[in-house]
């Protein structure tokens, strides 16, 4: 597979970390020009140096900037095939209760208008291609998205909004007769930096790695490389007739009940 996006083009927004940073190498590694957005520019130059991806500072839930990010992908590279709507945030949540105003529309600011703005303006160049309108979006929704949090409820909510997001734009893409396909992954919990720093920094690293990787019948939290995986295959023409799905990346959390 290591030249299954040679030629194709891709963009993936919270780029600098995370299932994000992961992406841009796996996407690149399989010979995908890359572009990447985000806000922390001494991380972006390090994958840069490691991918040969290109940065461009941009908050996805900056509405004017989207003009700038998409002039670059236009003047560097003539086309877009492949969009991750990767950026999010669950920063400031909390429960119904006890969310703040403020909170809620930052996260919902993030996680919803910035992914909606994503897949807008990659729809709109991806409809202009050379050769026709052509392309794949992916958007990283959550597990949660299923099974809502009781302290989360920004992020629960905007996680069932992306789903929501890509069904109608794949609906949309196949009305206009685009094929341009638009798809949703539920990840479960990934053992990113961040989860690691937070097990490391709970005072009891063995018990609270034992609680993350027990909440998944496979015993284990997934892996980076995983996530970003499913999303080179969606954004592969192996996955031509893929449109309109959810598809639930978990080891089974949100499969069922486990039992006693």
């Keep these: 597979m290591a030249n299954r996006l040679e030629g194709k083009v891709a963009l993936v927004t919270g780029g600098t970390s995370g299932i994000g940073a992961g992406t841009v190498e796996r996407l690149a590694s399989e010979g995908a020009k890359v572009v990447f957005t985000g806000r922390n520019e001494d991380a972006a130059k390090s994958i840069c140096d490691a991918t040969g991806a290109t940065f461009v500072k941009h908050a996805v839930d900056d509405a004017e900037g989207w003009a700038g990010v998409m002039e670059h992908i236009a003047s560097k590279h003539g086309r877009l095939d492949i969009a991750f709507a990767n950026a999010g945030t669950e920063h400031g949540d909390a429960s119904v209760e006890d969310v703040t105003v403020e909170n809620w529309n930052a996260i919902v600011g993030v996680n919803q208008t910035g992914a909606m703005l994503t897949v807008q303006h990659a729809i709109r160049m991806m409809k202009d291609n050379p050769g026709g309108a052509t392309g794949s979006v992916i958007i990283n929704s959550s597990m949660n998205a299923h099974r809502a949090m009781g302290n989360y409820v920004s992020y629960s909510v905007t996680k069932a909004a992306a789903v929501a997001l890509a069904k109608s734009a794949a609906i949309h893409c196949g ?86």
């Design 175 to 260: 009305n206009q007769g685009y094929k341009i396909r638009v798809n949703a992954i539920l990840p479960g919990v990934v053992e990113t930096a961040m989860i690691r720093g937070i097990i490391e920094a709970s005072g009891d690293e063995a018990g609270t790695r034992a609680i993350y990787e027990g909440m998944a019948p496979l015993k284990r939290m997934g892996e980076v490389e995983e996530i970003a995986g499913l999303v080179a295959y969606l954004g592969s023409d192996e996955a031509a007739f893929v449109s309109g799905s959810e598809i639930v990346i978990d080891g089974a959390t949100t499969a069922g009940m486990m039992g006693v």
